[in-house]
């Protein structure tokens, strides 16, 4: 039996640098965000949960379950990580942001293949030149590490998925990927690329 995924999309920031509108409700080439998201994973995982802190009315319209933050405060993507690890019953969670809307549609796949080869506890994905904190698969028995590293005061994902036994999955074949959409001038130049 081969090994069951559930992804969560992190749609629980605050979005300064997009004048705090909710980056996954922006709009590019005429659906939201989180939709290009969607539509780039659900062939290959088995749920699909939705992490937001806002607007949780709109993105239950999607089809999907929305978990806020256990801990309040917006408190970065470990928050939203920790809650959906403490939700899932699948063998692994697969963590990525709203704001990704070019991501490998085989990420799912690769990134467990990566996993398994390196028997790993966790992979985090590389667009070739640098890793990509918030693009992981992780197992769920992790939750417990990771509060404990958030109630800490930690944030830097990258210093706890150092703690672990961690592969890094390269798609250096899709350098643009992992590209994000932070500021109104990066949605444009995205929007045009997606609509050649």
Same mark, same amino acid.
């Given at each position: 039996?081969?090994a069951?995924?559930?992804a969560?999309?992190?749609a629980?920031?605050?979005a300064?640098r997009?004048?705090?509108q909710?980056k996954? /409700?922006?709009?590019?080439?005429?659906? &939201?965000?989180?939709?290009?998201?969607?539509?780039r994973?659900?062939?290959?995982?088995?749920?699909?949960?939705i992490?937001?802190?806002?607007?949780?009315?709109i993105?239950a *319209?999607?089809?999907?379950?929305?978990v806020?933050?256990?801990?309040?405060?917006?408190?970065?993507?470990?928050?939203?990580?920790?809650?959906?690890?403490?939700?899932?019953?699948a063998?692994?969670? /697969?963590?990525?942001?709203?704001?990704?809307?070019?991501?490998?549609?085989d990420?799912?796949?690769r990134?467990?293949?990566?996993?398994?080869?390196?028997?790993?506890?966790?992979?985090?994905?590389s667009?070739?030149?640098?890793?990509?904190?918030?693009?992981?698969?992780?197992? &769920?028995?992790?939750?417990?590490?990771?509060?404990? %590293?958030?109630?800490?005061?930690?944030r *830097?994902?990258?210093?706890?998925?150092?703690?672990? *036994?961690?592969?890094?999955?390269?798609?250096?074949d899709? &350098?643009?990927a %992992?590209?994000?959409?932070?500021?109104?001038?990066q *949605?444009?130049?995205?929007?045009?690329e997606?609509?050649?």
């Amino acid at each position: 039996m081969s090994a069951q995924i559930e992804a969560v999309i992190l749609a629980g920031g605050m979005a300064r640098r997009m004048g705090g509108q909710d980056k996954g /409700l922006v709009e590019l080439n005429a659906k &939201p965000m989180i939709q290009h998201t969607i539509d780039r994973l659900q062939p290959s995982v088995a749920n699909i949960i939705i992490n937001a802190n806002r607007n949780q009315d709109i993105y239950a *319209k999607l089809g999907f379950e929305v978990v806020s933050d256990q801990d309040s405060g917006y408190l970065g993507p470990l928050a939203g990580m920790i809650t959906a690890l403490s939700q899932t019953q699948a063998d692994y969670l /697969l963590v990525v942001p709203c704001d990704c809307p070019l991501l490998p549609t085989d990420l799912a796949p690769r990134m467990l293949a990566c996993l398994e080869d390196n028997q790993a506890d966790l992979v985090v994905a590389s667009d070739g030149k640098r890793e990509q904190p918030v693009v992981l698969l992780l197992k &769920p028995h992790l939750h417990d590490s990771m509060k404990a %590293f958030l109630d800490a005061g930690e944030r *830097k994902i990258d210093f706890w998925y150092a703690q672990h *036994k961690c592969a890094v999955a390269e798609f250096s074949d899709q &350098p643009n990927a %992992f590209v994000n959409v932070n500021t109104p001038e990066q *949605k444009q130049q995205l929007a045009a690329e997606i609509a050649q």
